[in-house]
């Protein structure tokens, strides 16, 4: 997130979604908080935000987010939010908790909570042991379940979705097919029940901006790291947004930019050979299964070797 986009979301005020606090010695409330919005569509918990929406900002040392990350702790099932920073000017910055709803139910310190618009509150006992009772005998898929209102055909990458069915029919997985428009598209990939969009086609294709806030979980965290220990410094790191086949592109793109490929002439050709440390069917295929077989209704964004956001 950066300062503009900060801003935007400061001024629109504390709501479901949202919510303000001035210093990281309210983060007691603030994990409460976070409980909350996991248990329902997810949001943002601003430390050194004031009422109203002003900026203050505070200091932010490795101890500070240190202190926020132990409070997450706390909470059950383990949840791993985004935490980020923008700096504001004289040294102080904003931290940013970005929230994914779904999933759970959670619990901070033993008790489930919700949020009753800018309002935290301790889940109903009865609400809770119904939710706890979807999780552990679900007969329900998140991906097999309409989109959130407001999602539609508009949101989806058009040009992928006739490039599956191309790709499907040339590897023989596919018969021809007559109606080439998207809905009949989707309809045939059984993306479309009922005349609505499910969520698998969002993660399969979604990519309008407005989704990102919506379908958190549809990213993907790339990081090479300086030796073999994950708690040491990322000597390269990015994230993406987007749906599987952008991702998978993506992740590819990554690997081949951060493996030695070696390369050798052979007698009678003209062009030399390159090949790459890892063969590159092999990393296809488990790039592949990592984001097919992730739960998309577990939302661990930066979770290190979660199965929320993909991570390699």
């Not at 400061?10 to 210093?23: L, P, Q, S």
């Not at 539609?152 to 997985?173: C, F, H, W, Y």
Request: net charge positive.
């Amino acid at each position: 997130m950066n300062l503009k986009e900060l801003i935007k979301l400061a001024a629109d005020g504390e709501n479901e979604r949202v919510e303000f606090k001035a210093t990281t010695g309210q983060r007691t409330q603030a994990a409460k908080t976070v409980c909350a919005m996991l248990n329902g569509l997810g949001g943002f918990v601003l430390f050194g935000v004031a009422d109203k929406g002003k900026l203050i900002g505070q200091q932010v040392t490795a101890k500070t987010l240190e202190d926020i990350t132990t409070e997450l702790r706390r909470i059950e099932p383990p949840a791993f939010p985004d935490i980020e920073t923008v700096s504001l000017k004289k040294e102080a910055s904003v931290i940013v908790l970005q929230i994914a709803g779904g999933g759970g139910p959670y619990t901070y310190d033993g008790r489930p909570y919700l949020r009753h618009g800018p309002t935290t509150i301790v889940m109903p006992r009865g609400e809770y042991e119904r939710r706890l009772m979807e999780r552990l005998h679900a007969t329900r898929r998140r991906g097999n379940e309409p989109v959130t209102d407001g999602v539609s055909m508009k949101d989806l990458d058009a040009e992928e979705i006739q490039i599956t069915p191309d790709n499907a029919v040339r590897l023989g997985r596919l018969e021809a097919i007559n109606r080439r428009d998207a809905v009949s598209i989707l309809r045939g990939l059984e993306l479309i029940r009922g005349g609505k969009l499910l969520n698998a086609a969002v993660a399969l294709y979604g990519e309008s901006d407005q989704l990102k806030t919506l379908y958190p979980q549809l990213g993907i965290r790339l990081a090479r790291f300086r030796g073999k220990d994950r708690l040491a410094d990322f000597a390269d790191n990015r994230q993406y947004w987007g749906h599987a086949f952008t991702l998978l592109r993506r992740a590819e793109s990554f690997l081949l930019d951060h493996v030695p490929i070696a390369g050798r002439v052979v007698p009678g050709k003209m062009v030399r050979e390159d090949q790459p440390w890892y063969p590159p069917r092999a990393t296809r295929e488990a790039l592949a299964n990592a984001l097919c077989h992730r739960d998309y209704i577990i939302h661990c964004s930066r979770r290190r070797g979660g199965r929320g956001r993909g991570h390699v």
